[in-house]
């Protein structure tokens, strides 16, 4: 059945280091929505794309936050450098501008030590 | 501004029923939704309402929404250990696809 994926499911790295985070949406769908989902701040949406533009990312840290999607099938989130506060689990959703529904999928649960 | 409001833990016996409330600001919202999210896991879809129903029912889950007081809640009938989970109220509106959370409500069930 169709899921969305994101890859890695698990990453350590340490402060400083680059991390890149992957996510294929469903086939078809044409919005991916990246969201951070912390204990202390709950689900935030960092970044909203429909056919694979930007279409509002004011709630990601510009100055090392960085998303894109370089094709319909892939969507990726960048942190440049990154920190130990930006240790959270990381999900991707899609979803079709025909309907008001999200998939979600499993999320990456990013630890910087 | 937007705001969507939740109750952080809701603890209930199992076979009781369980009544997750939450609170919405944007009486212009056109979609109400409830996520399930069990540990570990991401946000499932679990149900949604039109803002123009009051009510929805689907197998052990019933949704009310009352627009006048801007409440929406859902039920779940004979509550089972596999229920445990995180519950997540979000509104959208018709024009815009994004969503609008709760801080979400952790279900806790008793033996």
């Known amino acids: 059945d169709a899921r969305v994926t994101q890859t890695p499911r698990h990453k350590v790295t340490e402060m400083g280091q680059e991390v890149t985070m992957r996510c294929q949406p469903i086939l078809g769908h044409n919005t991916v929505f990246w969201y951070r989902q912390t204990m202390m701040q709950g689900l935030e949406l960092l970044a909203y794309?429909?056919?694979?533009?930007?279409?509002?990312d004011s709630g990601m840290p510009k100055d090392r936050f960085s998303a894109e999607m370089p094709d319909a099938t892939l969507a990726t989130l960048k942190i440049q450098p990154s920190e130990p506060r930006d240790s959270a689990v990381y999900f991707c959703?899609?979803?079709?501008?025909?309907?008001?529904?999200?998939?979600f999928g499993p999320g990456t649960r990013l630890t910087v030590t | 501004g937007e705001d969507v409001e939740q109750s952080l833990f809701l603890s209930v016996r199992e076979g009781d029923s369980s009544v997750i409330n939450c609170t919405y600001t944007?009486?212009?919202?056109?979609?109400l939704y409830w996520y399930k999210q069990e540990p570990g896991a991401g946000l499932q879809l679990l149900t949604y309402?039109?803002?123009n129903m009051d009510m929805k029912q689907d197998q052990r889950l019933t949704v009310l929404l009352n627009k006048k007081d801007k409440h929406l809640s859902l039920r779940i009938a004979d509550t089972q250990t596999g229920d445990s989970a995180i519950y997540f109220c979000a509104e959208s509106m018709n024009s815009n696809y994004q969503l609008i959370w709760g801080a979400g409500t952790k279900l806790i069930i008793k033996p």
């Open positions: 959703a899609s979803g079709s501008s025909s309907s008001h529904e999200q998939y």
């Open positions: 794309f429909r056919n694979r533009a930007p279409l509002d």
């Open positions: 309402i039109f803002s």
């Open positions: 944007d009486s212009s919202s056109t979609y």
